[in-house]
């Protein structure tokens, strides 16, 4: 798992499909941000033009997390404007696949550390377009498993902890 840095895509979960032969591009899929309701953007770029250099404005404008459905965008950007491939659509010059987008990235567009992932998150990577659970190599119980382990093994202030004879861990007391 990872996260997108920049753009529109900023802090947007992503998985890693697969790696490029040079180890500086590696291969994602991720929910789209499509903007179905460009005329409203339009009307909007004066108003934008004003608010220059504000990054926080584009970034709460940016379209909501959905995947990508053929027919809405059909019906919002014309026929001409989306390609239908064997198992995949091209639209704007991405390509869409089980309605994630799937595209080559350089490495340092990623957030490749502390991205823990939301259970719901990697969940939506499981159902997908349909929201029928998939088969898929993510095995959701393992997850939770890990995620109630991880809550448990957490230490506060206060716990008494005990340390064993022969360990070099240099903790002692509570």
Request: aromatic share 8%.
């Given at each position: 798992?990872?996260?997108?840095?920049?753009?529109k895509?900023?802090?947007?979960?992503?998985?890693?499909?697969?790696?490029?032969?040079n180890?500086?591009?590696?291969?994602?899929?991720?929910?789209?941000?499509?903007?179905?309701?460009?005329?409203?953007?339009a009307?909007?770029?004066g108003?934008k033009?004003?608010?220059?250099?504000?990054?926080?404005?584009?970034?709460?404008?940016?379209?909501?997390?959905?995947?990508f459905?053929?027919?809405?965008?059909?019906?919002?950007?014309?026929?001409?404007?989306?390609?239908?491939?064997?198992?995949?659509?091209?639209?704007?010059?991405?390509?869409?696949?089980?309605?994630?987008?799937?595209?080559?990235?350089?490495?340092?567009?990623?957030?490749?550390?502390?991205?823990?992932p939301?259970?719901?998150?990697?969940?939506?990577?499981?159902?997908?377009?349909?929201?029928?659970?998939?088969?898929?190599?993510?095995?959701?119980?393992?997850?939770?498993?890990?995620?109630?382990?991880?809550?448990?093994?957490?230490?506060?202030?206060?716990?008494?902890?005990?340390?064993?004879?022969?360990?070099?861990?240099?903790?002692?007391?509570?």
């Amino acid at each position: 798992w990872v996260r997108i840095k920049r753009g529109k895509y900023q802090g947007d979960l992503a998985q890693v499909i697969d790696v490029g032969e040079n180890s500086e591009e590696v291969g994602i899929r991720f929910i789209p941000r499509i903007d179905l309701n460009p005329k409203d953007d339009a009307s909007l770029d004066g108003k934008k033009r004003k608010k220059a250099g504000v990054t926080s404005s584009t970034f709460n404008m940016r379209p909501p997390q959905r995947f990508f459905n053929y027919e809405e965008v059909v019906k919002v950007y014309g026929r001409k404007a989306v390609t239908a491939r064997p198992h995949a659509y091209v639209f704007q010059n991405d390509t869409y696949k089980d309605g994630f987008i799937e595209k080559d990235v350089k490495l340092n567009t990623l957030q490749l550390d502390n991205v823990n992932p939301t259970l719901d998150e990697i969940t939506q990577f499981t159902r997908g377009q349909d929201g029928a659970d998939k088969e898929s190599n993510i095995d959701l119980s393992i997850i939770a498993e890990a995620s109630r382990k991880a809550a448990i093994a957490v230490l506060q202030p206060g716990d008494h902890i005990e340390v064993f004879e022969g360990e070099q861990s240099g903790v002692h007391g509570t």
